[in-house]
Structure formats: structure tokens, C-alpha cells
């Protein structure tokens, strides 16, 4: 058995596998839209003022015809007016987000958690991640509808498909930064590996499991959309479609004003868990 | 080895043997080491960088296993980590997810046992960190993290205290003062202390004995005795004794480390100074 120690090493550079390098670090949240001041704030408003006001301004002036570019004004005025016909889609759009997305995390932290303990089966299986991250999964949805119609089910698989190996891949990487100077502290005390993993692997992975987390549910989000767009009589993305081809721009972009929104309150609520959680990284 | 003592050691290794197996084949880290550690002793190993200090502390600790040999503690063979041992490690090692406090409580979690909180303050107090409970590692200097992995290390109130060169990354005033307080803390509990370190002056200010190990594999060349009275003053470390010794420590790891043949180049270049005019 003692042949098994690894030469005790402190070098911080050696302690990481190759976590300084990854794409995904945590600057994400260290160097994100932190805003601090009210001027800040203020300044951000007064360039959305000038801009909105500028595109009605000119889309007014040139009289552009509301099916190539609506104004802002009817734009959200189709929101407002619009928003209880649109609000069940944005509830469908939620479900299917939400239900496949806690599916393919699941799924994705309990593998990335398992498959990190045996380097080997990591190896042998890396290449077929790489490929399920890689595949566009609404390629899938065409074939998912033939086979499950075109209700919830293809949807939430396709989501799933898409956010799972997102996650995956991240918190792999998390769970893979062993620094064997923490893990013999806890075993100097008498750990079990299970505490070892709950008390030194989890914490060390949990900054980048979050930054997956993050991708997945916007590749989630995406997803989601797309594959509504494809087929079904219902969601967000069915919106877009629909509006599209009645030329009902005003409405069509108040849908994509939707989907905007969403992606950007996905992206703020992680930041926030990230800042609260996992700020001790930076 | 060294004499042979009437009493039982507090730690006694016996002929320490230590095989690493790397890529490019099996490395001798400690060869046949013995060494004994009285009750409430300090002990310094000092030697050229990568002779096997943290492999000798880390079997001590039971995180490694020996190749060949045996180390014992208290009458019992160490196979594994044991809760009489506590250990400080190079650049303080704490997790850094955790707030001052957390960090302290985290040997009390992982063994299910309700922390000492008045021990604890006490530690705390001792030196000098009451009031930083809430803080992150990286709200806190160098020596304050490694002030902290201290009182982790003594909040389970150890027999034997490991220090694994705790003090390498601080800077030298830092670093003194680092060791006063290990003084004053042993002055304290008494408790045993084996302390890896690089610096001779650090060794020599802390222990009773010095064991000097040869480079890869690390044997025990030498063991020195420090008789100087303690608290040891900046007088007493002054002093020609404490100067002839660092010297005579010096020169054996230096001697070690000088390939065959490098003293009558020596020789000659002090020839060269001669000559001189």
C-alpha cells in the first residue's frame, strides 16, 4: 500500500489541474456586471433613454414600415397589451425550462461527482462528453417529436440533453482540482472519503459546478426555445413563429424582449449565488 | 544513531524507509532514518530541500505509509492518523471557503465532537487572533492564516505537534515572531513538538535537538543538542555558542551538498586570495 502516496506537494501551481486555464473560470462572476455606484446606474439608464430614443427617433424620421423594424413604443405597448395572451406561453416555456434543466443538472453533478473518483473511466468517457457538449441538441428535436409528439416530453429531453453535459463538463472540472495538502488535513483528523468529498471536493468544485450551472441553463433556455419552434402549438418559441408569420412584429419582439429578460435574470441569479457562495475563489 | 535512551520515547522511529513510485521509476525519499522524540522535546529536522523532511512528518503524521521501518507512538506503531497527533502545515493550509471560526471548528466536525469553545478562546487569545472569527483566510496576512492553523492544530488538544516548515512562506520578522510564540506556547502546554524546517537559525531557536538529514535519500546525519535555557533572548542567540553552532549545522548540510573534489577548488581559490595583493 505505500507505494500509493504521491510525493507530498505544496506547489500551488501543481495543486490545480489545469484550472487557471479552463474556459469558463470564475471571472464570470468576479469581473461581471457588478454595479456599485448610483451613478452607475444612472449612467446605464441614460445611454438606454438615448438609445431607445434614438431608434424610435429614426425609425419615425425614415418611416420604416413596422413588418421590416417596429419602434420601441410599439414594441412595448404589443407587451403590455399582449402580455395575458403571451403570459401561458412564458408559464410553458418555464416548465419545460425548469423540469429539463433540474433533470440534466442532476443527472450531470451526480456523474461529474462519480466519474471524477476513477481517472480511468474519466478518460475512456471524456471523448463521448465532448461530443454530447458539442452536438447542438435541438438537431435532436425533429426526432424526439416522432417518437414522444409533440408534447412536454421532447422538449424537456431535448433541454435535459443540452443543459446536462454543460454542467457536467464544469463541475468535472471543479471535482477534479484535488489539492492534496486539504484532503490530508481532513484525513490527519480521520475523514471518510465521504467526508473528504462533502467537506473538501464540494466546496473546492462548487465555484465552477456554479459556473455550469449557469451555462446549462441558458443553453437550457435556448434550447427550449428552439425546440418549440420547431413543432407544438405552444411556448415561447411557438410565439415567435406564429407572430413571425402573421408579421406581427411588434408582438414578435415583445416576446424576444421576454427571452432577453429571462436570460438575463438566469445569468444574475447565479451571479448572486456565486458572489454568496463561492466570492472566496477571487 | 543517537544515544540511547533509559526512558521510552515519546516517538521513536526505527530505520524509516520511504519509496515513492513515480513515472520514471521507484525514489528512495528516506532511507533507514531513526530517530527518537522525548516527551515535551522539541525537535528540529533541518536538511537541503528535498531530502525527505515532509516525507519523514507525513509518516510520523500516519498520512503516508513506510516502505521499511517502523514509527511509534507512546509504545504504538503508527498505521494511520491518530488523534494525539496534531499537524501544522507549510503555508497554513486553511480552507479557504471557510471563515476563521469554520476553519478552527472543521477537526470538530469531521470527528463529531462539540468544540471546546473556552479552550479555543484561550487559543484564540494566545495568540492573538480574538476577534477574527469572522473573517476569510484571505482577509488575514501570512502569519495571522498560519496563527490560526495553529490553534487549529492545538484545539484537539494533541500530544505530539507536527510542524511541517510553517513558517517557510513569512518574512523574516514575521517569522521570528512566529517562533517566539511557538516558544511561548510550548513554554505553555510543554506538548512535544517535531518542527521541519530549512532555516537553521529557526531550528536552533526552537529545539533541544537538531537532526540533520543527508540529501535524497534522507539519512540522519547528525543530531546536535541546543543547551541553551529558554525563553531564549535575542542575548542568548547572540551569543558565540549559538553562532558556532548554526555554523558547524551549516557546514554539514553545505559538506553534504558540495560535489567530490569541490575542496581543492576551494582550497585553490582561497590560494587565489592569497596571492593577491
Given at each position: 500500500m505505500s507505494g500509493g502516496d504521491a510525493i507530498p506537494e505544496f506547489s500551488k501551481a501543481k495543486s490545480g489541474d489545469g484550472q487557471?486555464?479552463?474556459?469558463?473560470?470564475?471571472?464570470?462572476?468576479?469581473?461581471?456586471?457588478?454595479?456599485?455606484?448610483?451613478?452607475?446606474?444612472?449612467?446605464?439608464?441614460?445611454?438606454?433613454?438615448?438609445?431607445?430614443?434614438?431608434?424610435?427617433?429614426?425609425?419615425?424620421?425614415?418611416?420604416?414600415?413596422?413588418?421590416?423594424?417596429?419602434?420601441?413604443?410599439?414594441?412595448?405597448?404589443?407587451?403590455?397589451?399582449?402580455?395575458?395572451?403571451?403570459?401561458?406561453?412564458?408559464?410553458?416555456?418555464?416548465?419545460?425550462?425548469?423540469?429539463?434543466?433540474?433533470?440534466?443538472?442532476?443527472?450531470?453533478?451526480?456523474?461529474?461527482?462519480?466519474?471524477?473518483?476513477?481517472?480511468?473511466?474519466e478518460k475512456?468517457?471524456?471523448?463521448?462528453?465532448?461530443?454530447?457538449?458539442?452536438?447542438?441538441?435541438?438537431?435532436?428535436?425533429?426526432?424526439?417529436?416522432?417518437?414522444?409528439?409533440?408534447?412536454?416530453?421532447?422538449?424537456?429531453?431535448?433541454?435535459?440533453?443540452?443543459?446536462?453535459?454543460?454542467?457536467?463538463?464544469?463541475a468535472a472540472t471543479g471535482f477534479r482540482r484535488v489539492d492534496s495538502a486539504k484532503i490530508a488535513l481532513a484525513r490527519s483528523y480521520g475523514a471518510s472519503t465521504l467526508q473528504i468529498f462533502w467537506k473538501i471536493r464540494a466546496p473546492m468544485a462548487l465555484?465552477?459546478?456554479?459556473?455550469?450551472?449557469?451555462?446549462?441553463?441558458?443553453?437550457?433556455?435556448?434550447?427550449?426555445?428552439?425546440?418549440?419552434?420547431?413543432?407544438?402549438?405552444?411556448?415561447?418559441?411557438?410565439r415567435l413563429t406564429s407572430y413571425s408569420s402573421m408579421i406581427q412584429m411588434p408582438q414578435f419582439f415583445a416576446v424576444v424582449l421576454i427571452l432577453s429578460t429571462l436570460g438575463i435574470l438566469i445569468y444574475v441569479l447565479f451571479f448572486l449565488i456565486g458572489k454568496k457562495w463561492a466570492s472566496w475563489e477571487t | 544513531m543517537s544515544t540511547a535512551s533509559a526512558r521510552t520515547p515519546k516517538l521513536g522511529v526505527q530505520a524509516a524507509t520511504k519509496v515513492y513510485q513515480t513515472a520514471s521509476g521507484d525514489l528512495l525519499a528516506l532511507d533507514r532514518c531513526s530517530l527518537d522524540v522525548q516527551a515535551n522535546e522539541i525537535v528540529s529536522i533541518v536538511g537541503p530541500s528535498g531530502c525527505g523532511k515532509t516525507t519523514l512528518l507525513w509518516s510520523m503524521s500516519g498520512l503516508h505509509r513506510l516502505t521499511g521501518g517502523s514509527i511509534v507512538l507512546d509504545g504504538k506503531e503508527i498505521t494511520g492518523p491518530r488523534p494525539e497527533i496534531g499537524i501544522v502545515f507549510q503555508e497554513a493550509n486553511l480552507l479557504p471557503w471557510r471563515n476563521l471560526d469554520a476553519n478552527i471548528n472543521f477537526p470538530f466536525e469531521i470527528k463529531g465532537e462539540k468544540p471546546d469553545r473556552a479552550w479555543i478562546a484561550h487559543l484564540l487569545n494566545r495568540v492573538g487572533l480574538e476577534g477574527f472569527g469572522d473573517k476569510f483566510p484571505r482577509e488575514l496576512s501570512g502569519g495571522m492564516q498560519q496563527r490560526a492553523a495553529i490553534v487549529r492544530a492545538l484545539a484537539l488538544k494533541p500530544s505530539v505537534l507536527l510542524m511541517d516548515e510553517p513558517f517557510g512562506a513569512l518574512d523574516s520578522f514575521t517569522r521570528e515572531e512566529m517562533n517566539r510564540l511557538v516558544e511561548e506556547i510550548w513554554l505553555d502546554t510543554k506538548t512535544t513538538i517535531v518542527f521541519i524546517t530549512h532555516s537553521i537559525e529557526e531550528a536552533i531557536f526552537l529545539s533541544d535537538r537538531v537532526v540533520v538529514l543527508t540529501t535524497r535519500p534522507g539519512r540522519v546525519a547528525k543530531v546536535y543538542d541546543v543547551p541553551f535555557p529558554r525563553p531564549r533572548s535575542l542575548e542568548i542567540m547572540a551569543t558565540k555558542e549559538v553562532f558556532d553552532l548554526t555554523n558547524r549545522i551549516k557546514m554539514d548540510i553545505v559538506g553534504e551538498r558540495r560535489p567530490k573534489g569541490s575542496e581543492q577548488q576551494g582550497q585553490k581559490t582561497a590560494e587565489i586570495v592569497r596571492i593577491r595583493p
Open positions: 487557471d486555464v479552463s474556459l469558463t473560470n470564475l471571472s464570470a462572476f468576479a469581473s461581471g456586471p457588478g454595479i456599485k455606484s448610483g451613478a452607475e446606474v444612472v449612467a446605464i439608464l441614460a445611454v438606454a433613454v438615448v438609445i431607445i430614443g434614438g431608434i424610435e427617433l429614426a425609425l419615425r424620421i425614415f418611416h420604416v414600415p413596422q413588418y421590416i423594424m417596429p419602434p420601441p413604443s410599439s414594441i412595448a405597448y404589443a407587451l403590455f397589451d399582449e402580455f395575458p395572451l403571451i403570459a401561458p406561453h412564458l408559464g410553458y416555456t418555464l416548465v419545460e425550462l425548469l423540469s429539463g434543466f433540474a433533470i440534466g443538472a442532476i443527472v450531470g453533478l451526480v456523474m461529474a461527482a462519480v466519474i471524477t473518483q476513477f481517472p480511468f473511466a475512456i468517457v471524456a471523448p463521448y462528453i465532448l461530443i454530447l457538449v458539442t452536438t447542438p441538441m435541438l438537431a435532436l428535436v425533429p426526432l424526439l417529436i416522432l417518437r414522444f409528439g409533440f408534447g412536454y416530453t421532447p422538449r424537456i429531453i431535448a433541454v435535459a440533453l443540452a443543459a446536462g453535459p454543460m454542467v457536467m463538463i464544469n465555484p465552477m459546478i456554479l459556473v455550469g450551472l449557469m451555462i446549462g441553463a441558458i443553453f437550457g433556455l435556448l434550447t427550449a426555445v428552439g425546440a418549440e419552434m420547431v413543432g407544438g402549438g405552444f411556448g415561447l418559441g411557438n | -
